[in-house]
């Protein structure tokens, strides 16, 4: 038998699959294809991670 | 009182009106898929398949780069070669290896981009030569683009560097900036490198970042005079003081954070 916390998750997992309902999913690449008249080009852009670090002595101005 | 099954059957209605509801927002508002996480994003992130696909038919003008506030370009090739313009005769400023001196890929801040005469598109990228703030084109077939989520900017005169995400404010943190007579140079940078020196306790701190500009006085300077920002092993003297050769001081903790978070290619603007 349905009881009101049942219910209300349902509810909820309805609402988010159907909707979004303001939900982020991210983006982790986005690919981009643009044809003109004389070529098309496509452009997958991924986001930047944090850069790596490399074990070095450094030489900035300090 | 309410009956169980009145209840129930209450329960059951606003479940169906929550998921028309759903139904509604999802038809009427595009689901937003901006890139907002600040969290630092694992390997296997780097290898997952595009997420959404975008198709036009446009003019010759379109432009490619859609979706983030700023892009990075990471060189593919064993050398690059940058060219005065965007065209494949155009003279080469200057060529340039995968890896710069210290290992690092070899990575530009995108400024601009443009397609040639038989449809070809090229990035105008920021450079990290001398002078400051010169530019240059390269191909995009030549680059593997990255957008950037973050940006920072200095405020010489206030001893501050603001981190933004968009145009949201992370965190403002303290600095240390150059002595009048070795002086941090204003300009438009970007990050180039990150290096962890094998000595902790020196100057340097804990992390540098290693900038594509110079110093304008230090130029017989190891590698030029490059620009940094690093941290300190001397807090007490280092923060909110003309004190350094042109680097940009922080505590170790602040520079621990940005080491965590900012890809290379991160814009750098520093106003004097």
Not at chain 1, 36 to 44: F, I, L, Q, V, Y
Not at chain 2, 89 to 110: C, S
Not at chain 2, 198 to 227: K, R
Request: proline share 8%.
């Amino acid at each position: 038998m349905l009881n009101r916390k049942r219910v209300g998750a349902i509810a909820l997992a309805a609402g988010v699959a159907f909707g979004g309902v303001g939900l982020s999913h991210g983006a982790p690449a986005t690919t981009t294809t643009t044809t003109t008249a004389k070529t098309t080009t496509t452009t997958t852009v991924r986001r930047a991670v944090a850069a790596a670090a490399v074990v070095r002595t450094p030489r900035q101005t300090g | 009182m309410t009956s169980p099954i009145r209840r129930v059957a209450r329960l059951a209605g606003l479940a169906v009106a929550l998921v028309l509801v759903g139904i509604g927002v999802r038809i009427l508002l595009p689901v937003q898929r901006a890139p907002t996480s600040p969290e630092r994003s694992t390997s296997s992130e780097r290898l997952s398949s595009p997420a959404y696909t975008v198709s036009t038919t446009t003019p010759d003008t379109a432009r490619t780069l859609v979706g983030y506030s700023g892009y990075a370009a990471t060189v593919k090739p064993a050398s690059i070669e940058v060219r005065d313009a965007p065209a494949p005769g155009a003279p080469v400023r200057v060529v340039l290896p995968d890896h710069n001196e210290n290992g690092a890929p070899q990575t530009f801040f995108i400024k601009d981009e443009q397609r040639d005469a038989s449809g070809e598109v090229w990035y105008r990228v920021l450079l990290p030569i001398r002078p400051n703030g010169t530019t240059g084109w390269v191909r995009a077939a030549d680059v593997e683009v990255s957008g950037l989520p973050y940006r920072l900017v200095v405020y010489l005169a206030q001893f501050r560097l603001d981190v933004f995400q968009g145009p949201h404010l992370l965190r403002s943190i303290g600095l240390g900036v150059g002595t009048d007579q070795t002086p941090t140079p204003g300009g438009e940078y970007y990050i180039k490198e990150l290096l962890r020196p094998p000595d902790p306790n020196t100057v340097y701190g804990h992390y540098v970042f290693g900038l594509s500009g110079f110093s304008n006085v230090l130029v017989n300077w190891p590698d030029g005079g490059v620009l940094g920002i690093h941290g300190t092993n001397d807090p007490a003297h280092a923060i909110a003081r003309k004190v350094s050769h042109g680097c940009l001081r922080m505590r170790n903790e602040d520079i621990e954070y940005l080491a965590g978070l900012l890809p290379l290619g991160t814009p750098v603007e520093v106003e004097t």
